[in-house]
């Protein structure tokens, strides 16, 4: 009578299935987790990049505020320089001749292409 390999305590195929001598058991390889590091970046160091993570939205949006209002006092006080700069140069002329000068004139009617020649 034929019987199956596998139910049979002394084949291979039973130990292999069953485990059987299996002395050594290798261990699984572990895998390296990933971790998050902080790093200084060109324009901040890690303690302002901390800091500025730290704050609370209103602060955060109180220092824009006040950086936004710096900036635009700062080019207004260059426009006002310009403006009384270009005072100077001109010494205060009329603005009429200007608007004059601005006034487009009408164009010459374009003469019509040779015929054969590109």
Do not use: F
């Amino acid at each position: 009578m034929k019987r199956n390999p596998r139910k049979l305590n002394w084949t291979q195929l039973y130990r292999k299935m069953h485990k059987k001598g299996a002395t050594e058991e290798v261990a699984k390889k572990r895998t390296r987790r990933t971790t998050k590091v902080q790093r200084a970046i060109v324009g901040a160091s890690l303690d302002v990049i901390k800091q500025k993570r730290a704050m609370k939205p209103e602060q955060r949006a109180a220092a824009r505020e006040a950086a936004l209002r710096e900036i635009k006092e700062r080019n207004r006080a260059k426009q006002d320089a310009k403006k009384q700069e270009k005072a100077k140069t001109t010494g205060g002329a009329a603005k009429g001749p200007k608007q004059a000068q601005s006034i487009k004139q009408p164009k010459a009617p374009k003469s019509k292409p040779v015929p054969g020649k590109r």
